[in-house]
């Protein structure tokens, strides 16, 4: 079903006649389906590790989601929007240990980081140094950070070198995913509900039908395409809006649909990966990140982003929980220590990424962490990358999927193996 769904969000096939548009997209999935089966009489066998990374376009904001709680600066840089310190309360910050602590909005989080599968690096990010969310995402999706035109997503260039498919659900075309590899695309974000299949009456309501049943994944797909078109049509609203703080979140989302669909995108992925054993990798994005005025604390607009992003994560640890599968949270970068005077927080520069499974040694913060003191920030206003977020990646693919040296510089070109990081995966 997935293959039908990227044929018929086609453009090219947005208006045929309903019989033929069918018998098409039909004859289009049985042409997959039968090399699917095909490749598994042949003997193969799917690699052993799944890998998800979720991509959170806009920059979200990761001093409110990792609480650097016992550095007292923190507090200095963010009179309103700072989170409490850990008091036991639902107000406050849940303390991961004496220095750090979860947004409370993360709390379905904290089983994972007691069970040692989950765990953040708080400076993380790309060497590059640009504050522009399209060169910034650019760098991260193709793997060559201070690089523009055109070149393949470092996922696509894994999945040719690991030998396994990968799928996008959500986006139309994420950069991440392009590339000579073949993939499969599930797009139900904005850009497929405003052209291709879901964005023509008569070709969603075939769509629609084939996903008629009342089994779990149909019931995802038809909850998901109402949400994406319910956020099209608010995205769609939010073009007139002449505030250009409007505008500019608009463009960060690249395409992205909201946090709150995050949690059926998930679902989606993990039924779809489950049904086909040679769908190995997987990719989720979600935008709204880019919080430049009323960010909110503990409650807010980041606050319901991330509780969504909480449930999405949970969800995607029920499915993706096997030895070796490892999912990846990452933004293209961070944003300033100090809040702006609209109670919001600009682009800044390092991060924390977060990575969850069993091949992760969780319950641990790794990696350096030099405090939000003036003289460590860079240029005088940011976290510092500390970790280029290739280098993270790196150990990921050697501890779970077994990629030598050579494949991982092939996948990276450029990047320096970073041995603070060694103890970033179990052996």
């Known amino acids: 079903m997935p293959a039908l769904l990227q044929y018929l969000s086609h453009p090219r096939h947005a208006r045929l006649p309903r019989r033929a548009f069918l018998a098409q997209g039909l004859s289009a999935a049985a042409t997959v389906w039968a090399g699917t089966a095909a490749w598994a009489q042949s003997g193969n066998e799917a690699p052993a590790a799944r890998l998800v990374v979720v991509f959170l376009r806009g920059a979200y904001d990761g001093l409110s989601a990792l609480v650097p709680y016992g550095d007292r600066n923190y507090y200095q840089l963010r009179n309103s929007i700072a989170i409490a310190a850990p008091d036991g309360s639902a107000q406050t910050a849940i303390a991961l240990d004496d220095h750090f602590a979860l947004h409370p909005a993360l709390a379905p989080l904290q089983p994972l980081w007691q069970q040692g599968v989950l765990a953040a690096i708080p400076a993380a990010g790309s060497p590059d140094a640009t504050r522009s969310h399209f060169d910034a995402q650019h760098h991260w999706e193709t793997g060559r950070p201070g690089l523009s035109g055109s070149a393949p997503g470092w996922l696509n260039t894994l999945a040719g070198i690991t030998h396994a498919n990968a799928m996008g659900v959500g986006e139309a075309n994420p950069q991440i995913l392009a590339g000579s590899a073949p993939v499969q695309l599930v797009p139900h974000g904005q850009a497929a509900t405003r052209q291709g299949a879901l964005g023509d009456a008569r070709t969603r309501d075939a769509v629609l039908q084939l996903y008629a049943g009342q089994d779990t994944l149909a019931q995802a797909f038809r909850a998901g395409a109402e949400s994406r078109m319910q956020t099209a049509q608010t995205l769609s609203q939010a073009d007139l809006d002449p505030a250009q703080t409007a505008k500019e979140m608009q463009a960060a989302n690249n395409g992205a649909g909201t946090a709150q669909g995050l949690l059926l995108d998930a679902r989606h992925l993990g039924t779809l990966m489950r049904q086909n054993p040679r769908l190995r990798l997987g990719f989720l994005s979600a935008g709204g990140w880019d919080t430049h005025a009323n960010q909110g604390g503990v ?74 003191a003036a003289g460590e920030l860079h240029e005088g206003r940011d976290l510092p990358v500390q970790h280029d977020f290739r280098a993270v990646f790196a150990q990921v693919l050697r501890a779970s999927q077994g990629l030598s040296a050579q494949q991982t510089d092939q996948l990276f070109p450029g990047f320096a193996w970073d041995p603070a990081l060694d103890g970033l995966m179990h052996s």
């Open 299 to 372: 409650t807010g607009a980041l606050a319901s982003n991330l509780g969504h992003l909480a449930q999405a994560l949970v969800q995607l640890r029920q499915d993706f929980s096997q030895a070796n599968d490892v999912i990846a949270v990452c933004s293209e970068f961070g944003r300033t220590s100090a809040e702006n005077g609209t109670r919001g927080t600009d682009h800044g520069h390092g991060n924390t990424l977060w990575l969850l499974g069993n091949r992760v040694q969780g319950g641990r913060v790794h990696g350096h962490w030099s405090g939000l």
